[in-house]
Nanobody
Framework: QVQLVESGGGLVQAGGPLRLSCAAS????????MGWFRQAPGKEREFVAA????????YYVDSVKGRFTISRDNATNTMYLQMNSLKPEDTAVYYC??????????????????WGQGTQVTVSS
């Protein structure tokens, strides 16, 4: 079982940057694809981005392409989401997630086996 802890959320003005981190422990981080999701008030959770176990492949939802960058450091068991040019509509609780099967890559999926507790991102206009 993997434990995931997000950090880096906060309040930022529109147009500003923010970087989220997800620290993983409990299993071999480098064997599993990872993803970021978000949930805004009154809305369903939505996929944001995913990264393969090696980091060689990434995928983004259209609304964040060109603004967000997902990355990972397998040496420190940490995944990141660099968010630039933030918009008020990016306001949400952001969750990191880990796949349940080793060496599986799916560009876009909601089927992740482990989730963090979430970190709040608020973008003011």
């Amino acid at each position: 079982q993997v434990q995931l802890v997000e950090s880096g959320g906060g309040l930022v003005q529109a147009g500003g940057p923010l970087r989220l981190s997800c620290a993983a422990s409990g299993r071999t981080f480098s064997m599993y694809a990872m993803g970021w999701f978000r949930q805004a008030p009154g809305k369903e959770r939505e996929f944001v981005a995913a990264i393969s176990w090696s980091g060689s492949s990434t995928y983004y939802v259209d609304s964040v392409k060109g603004r967000f960058t997902i990355s990972r450091d397998n040496a420190t068991n940490t995944m990141y989401l660099q968010m630039n040019s933030l918009k008020p509509e990016d306001t949400a609780v952001y969750y990191c997630a880990a796949d349940s099967l080793r060496y599986r890559w799916r560009e876009r999926s909601d089927d992740f086996g482990s989730w963090g507790q979430g970190t709040q991102v608020t973008v003011s206009s």
